[in-house]
């Protein structure tokens, strides 16, 4: 099975909707922030069975985040009116001479796993399911240059 979803758009993109829901274990697998990418990636359940499924979620252009190490079980869900309050109350750093640095690309993502308030506020997200083994590179990776070109 494969899975490919992006989500950037408004329409898509519905205050209050939940975009992911899953049982799995999902991992900070990488940031960078030159490019504003953050990856979260699963292997396993919480019991650590793995049934050859890989699923890679990335955050693009990301501004603002507050997010663990691991989460046990993961819902993305796109903020409520209340929940946007919250971060840009919890972002002050992102205003810039009392103004706010959010623009109307910015979405706002909350993760939700037990307890706790964490989210995300990025572009778009996106997320890809295969069998790929746990160590190859993501889905979501910048292509390796062609040996030509090195």
């Known amino acids: 099975m494969v899975a490919d979803i992006w989500l950037n758009k408004s329409h898509q993109l519905v205050p209050g909707a939940v975009l992911y829901n899953s049982p799995r274990s999902f991992d900070l697998w990488g940031y960078s922030p030159t490019f504003g990418r953050l990856l979260?990636?699963?292997?396993?359940?919480?019991?650590g069975r793995?049934?050859?499924v890989r699923v890679d979620v990335l955050f693009q252009s990301v501004r603002a985040m507050k997010l663990r190490q691991r989460y046990e079980g993961l819902q993305i869900c796109c903020a409520s009116e209340e929940a946007c309050e919250r971060i840009r109350r919890?972002?002050?750093?992102?205003?810039y001479l009392g103004g706010d640095r959010y623009d109307h690309s910015d979405r706002f993502f909350v993760l939700e796993s037990g307890s706790g308030f964490d989210y995300v506020v990025a572009g778009a997200i996106g997320w890809h399911e295969d069998r790929a083994p746990l160590s190859w590179p993501s889905y979501f990776a910048d292509?390796?240059?062609?040996?030509?070109?090195l």
């Not at 979260?40 to 019991?47: E, I, K, T, Y």
């Not at 919890?90 to 205003?95: A, L, S």
């Not at 292509?143 to 070109?149: D, T």
């Open 40 to 47: 979260l990636r699963n292997g396993h359940f919480p019991d």
């Open 50 to 52: 793995h049934d050859g």
């Open 90 to 95: 919890e972002t002050p750093q992102t205003t």
């Open 143 to 149: 292509p390796i240059p062609s040996p030509a070109i």
